[in-house]
């Protein structure tokens, strides 16, 4: 499994960004797709994420409410849709896959990383 992010960039605060993840590899539907950032200083966190079929997703308190996970899985691609952005959020944002059915969030429990895409968010 690769996995190629994109979508990162500078933005005002209150504004919106998306990301995206294209991933290639067999059964991209079966499993779970992530995302998490880390912070200059900062262990990675989790951010969001979304089980196979879609129709489940959990994401962390500091963002419910103003990001969401939608995915295609005919495009093999998830996205993260943030609005609403504040400075805080600013940092390198990672997708993952977890090579399992249910969401974890735990970044140790995930197989395979992105690259990264610098978000930066200005006050």
């Known amino acids: 499994v690769q996995l190629q992010a994109s979508g990162g960039g500078l933005v005002q605060a209150g504004g919106s960004l998306r990301l995206s993840c294209a991933a290639s590899g067999p059964a991209f539907s079966n499993y779970v797709m992530a995302w998490f950032r880390q912070s200059p200083g900062k262990q990675r966190e989790f951010v969001a994420a979304?089980?196979?079929?879609?129709?489940?997703?959990d994401y962390a308190d500091s963002v419910k409410g103003r990001f969401t996970i939608p995915r295609d899985n005919a495009k093999n691609t998830v996205y993260l849709q943030m609005s609403s952005l504040k400075p805080e959020d600013t940092a390198v944002y990672y997708c993952a896959v977890y090579l399992g059915v249910v969401i974890v969030t735990s970044r140790g429990a995930y197989n395979y990383w992105g690259q990264g895409t610098l978000v930066t968010v200005s006050s």
């Open positions: 979304i089980r196979g079929s879609g129709r489940i997703t």
